[in-house]
């Protein structure tokens, strides 16, 4: 039942500023009152209502969970005395409140707001003093006024904050001019949140301002299934019906923006490609800084190659096949050289041996890689420390301490000889131009990559691209080796990618299909696998070491359900282990879990506490080792070493990981892989996802579905295609070059 209780604040036990989560002690008629619930504007000594429903904490008893609040001025001496001592208003300790209230009475709030050239009538305030504590009152009004406002329209506390912070007094005006420029302006607000305000507004279906900030909502649609472009005719028709507007109207808004330099249309093979600006700066710049670098001449250098190398293959008692020699000697000779291959054809062999060149002619070499993990696996294959490109890039807030941006740039380059860049199938358009602004011409750049892979989560088809440009010298190892040749992960991955059925079954092998025909039974043979058979069969942990891998998220067999029916039987629901349930998910501790966003500046700390550092990865797995409902803190133990605590209101950065999505695996290696094949979408049936999910297992793949499927996956070699200019602009760059010689 909704209650409302009236007291002054006494004390603020927590506040998230950014989302305004807030536990406070109130003294009311009844004395002291927990509150807790999001409250965007509450301050020691006000006085205050709320509105809600009393609940029954365990530990901390009974408290009023708010729904609602709103200030209410204070009308007694005594309480106008407290709300000016509170330190709310600049300029105002306790003395100065009771001097001003001794002078005014009643009527002090009404001086400050209304006539504050009074005040210098009060000891101690002249009139530099009376239009700081004027300012401060006004400020604090126009808060409140603004966050009215805006939950009038069912902006929640955290935006609202967000909103205020950007426009400040000049809000409301901004928004009741045109309430899209949120979309723009506001992280995490979109064109469906800002149009859903514009709508309780009363604004016209057809402004203007609507279809503009709709035709980038859809080239930002666009972008999220992988394109740097929307072909003009498509965009016109997907906006049209999204927007409901006629297609005149959605051109018009193409042009006026690419009038206004929001966005760039140009011919694209014939069609009239429209980019939004981002994505044509990078295409651009990555083309010209990709030929600047790889026309690059280097003097000569006064070490014999294949003496070097054969000294290689006799200290580290290896034998490198003539792709793996070609790949060293054209790294060394060439400014740009992409080195591509599938497993076990020796790319950590081949990049092992050209640092050690590197380091004989003493050059300063820099090794990267997209993600923590891919950046993790790549310190442990080379014995030396790898960062993530953001990392390398420095990447931090920016100047004004509110956006990000990346240090190491053009005007700040890196310093390094030698740059290898590890796992760029995985590098999207936009982060490929941020890593080459930041390269010096004189530099060498290897790149490093399968090909054969899903391509980045992000726009782009970066690798692909620069491997068809016909600028750059590209190595592709093919030989198999020996060892690898014993792994069928590795004979059936090769295969796999020539659209060869598998080995399946072999006795004593690494590679097993169990069939079964619906979801229901593939859901509950993956579900024995983790629990008995696996661990039983080779000894392994069921959370640590068993990776469940599917292409989709939904469905039964998809990530969402797999997590709730991999966590009820691995992780069970125990007296003595705490969980916290966010929305429909839910944590407990124990649990598998993935960071599903790049933190750059969220603190870690050792187990021993004497190291802590920043930086928790899109794609690191950890396990829930703390929930805390005091404090709202859950705890995750990373690689066994980094402890990492998040607000309650952050848990949307970390997500259930006994299952993931096959491109969330990108970049890592698990011991075991099991993942269902069954009905999907035909864009996730496809040869370049079942590839990509086989190569993530060291030891062991099992398969779990109806071979029909597995079949049809690997015949599908439609990958999945996305609009990319760059090719496009390597194509027109090489035709200029033949026409000139």
């Known amino acids: 039942m909704s209650v409302e209780i009236k007291g002054v604040v006494k004390e603020i036990v927590f506040k998230n500023e950014e989302n305004g989560y807030v536990v406070a002690d109130v003294d009311t008629d009844d004395g002291e009152i927990t509150v807790v619930g999001y409250i965007p504007i509450i301050n020691v000594g006000e006085t205050m209502s709320f509105t809600g429903n009393f609940t029954i904490h365990p530990i901390y008893g009974k408290q009023l969970q708010v729904v609602s609040s709103k200030q209410i001025m204070p009308s007694t001496l005594e309480g106008i005395i407290s709300y000016l001592s509170s330190g709310l208003i600049k300029g105002i300790g306790p003395k100065m409140a009771e001097r001003i209230v001794k002078k005014f009475g009643k009527d002090s709030l009404d001086v400050i707001q209304y006539r504050p050239h009074l005040l210098t009538q009060v000891n101690g305030i002249g009139e530099k003093k009376a239009k700081i504590i004027a300012q401060s009152f006004e400020e604090q009004r126009e808060i409140k006024e603004v966050m009215l406002f805006l939950q009038q329209y069912g902006i929640s506390v955290a935006y609202a904050m967000k909103i205020y912070k950007k426009y400040r007094d000049n809000t409301i005006e901004y928004i009741r001019e045109n309430p899209y420029r949120l979309a723009d302006d506001i992280t995490g607000i979109g064109f469906k949140m800002a149009d859903s305000i514009a709508k309780k507004m009363g604004v016209d279906p057809e402004s203007p301002y609507r279809i503009m900030c709709g035709i980038k909502f859809v080239l930002n649609q666009y972008s999220l299934e992988g394109h740097t472009f929307a072909k003009k005719n498509e965009l016109i028709e997907r906006a049209s019906n999204i927007l409901s507007v006629d297609k005149e109207l959605v051109e018009g808004g193409i042009n006026t923006l690419t009038i206004n330099g929001e966005i760039h249309q140009e011919d694209i093979d014939g069609e009239i490609a429209v980019f939004s600006m981002a994505f044509y700066y990078a295409e651009t710049g990555v083309c010209k800084k990709i030929i600047e670098l790889a026309n690059t001449k280097f003097d000569d250098i006064d070490i014999d190659l294949d003496e070097e190398i054969s000294r290689i293959e006799k200290e580290s008692n290896i034998a490198l096949a003539e792709k793996q020699k070609l790949a060293i000697k054209e790294s060394v000779k060439n400014g740009v050289t992409v080195i591509t291959g599938g497993p076990g054809t020796g790319k950590t062999t081949t990049v092992n041996s050209i640092i050690k060149i590197f380091e004989k002619m003493n050059l300063d070499i820099a090794l990267a890689a997209p993600t923590g993990r891919a950046a993790k696996r790549l310190t442990e294959t080379t014995g030396r420390e790898a960062k993530t490109i953001h990392r390398l890039l420095e990447y931090s807030f920016s100047e004004d301490g509110i956006g990000m941006r990346f240090i190491k740039d053009g005007d700040e380059p890196l310093t390094a000889d030698v740059i290898i860049v590890d796992e760029v199938s995985m590098i999207d358009i936009l982060l490929m131009y941020h890593l ?220 259930l990981a006994y299952s993931i999505t096959i491109h969330k695996s990108q970049g890592s290696e698990f011991p075991i892989v099991v993942m269902p094949v069954s009905w999907a979408p035909p864009m996730l049936l496809n040869r370049n996802l079942l590839y990509t999910a086989v190569t993530r297992a060291k030891e062991l793949v099992v398969l779990v579905g109806a071979e029909k499927y597995l079949y049809m996956m690997i015949k599908n070699k439609r990958d999945m295609n996305r609009n990319s200019g760059l090719k496009y602009r390597f194509k027109r760059i090489v035709e200029v070059y033949n026409q000139a010689f």
């Open 436 to 655: 080459l602004k930041a390269v010096m011409p004189g530099t060498r750049l290897i790149l490093v990559g399968d090909v054969d892979q899903l391509p980045s989560v992000g726009p782009g088809n970066v690798l692909h691209d620069i491997i068809g440009s016909e600028i750059v010298k590209v190595v592709k190892l093919t030989e198999i080796f020996r060892q690898a040749e014993e792994s069928m992960i590795v004979v059936n991955a090769h295969k796999i990618n020539k659209g060869l059925k598998p080995i399946l079954n072999a006795k004593g092998k690494d590679f097993y299909f169990i069939s079964k025909r619906n979801q229901d039974d593939i859901l509950n043979t993956i579900k024995e696998l983790c629990l008995k058979r696996l661990p039983n069969f080779s000894n392994c942990d069921p959370i640590k070491d068993i990776q469940v891998l599917t292409p989709m998220k939904n469905s039964k067999i998809g990530t969402i359900n797999l997590n709730c029916e991999l966590q009820d039987i691995l992780n069970p629901k125990a007296v003595h282990k705490k969980e916290k349930k966010i929305g429909e998910r839910l944590f407990r501790v124990g649990d598998k879990v993935m960071q599903v966003k790049n933190n750059y500046n969220i603190k870690w700390k050792s187990k021993d506490n004497l190291r802590e550092g920043e930086g928790i990865f899109n794609g690191d797995i950890g396990y829930v080792c703390d929930i805390d409902e005091e404090l709202k803190i859950l705890t995750v133990l990373y690689d066994d070493e980094k402890y990492v605590e998040y607000d309650f209101a952050g848990l949307d950065e970390i997500e």
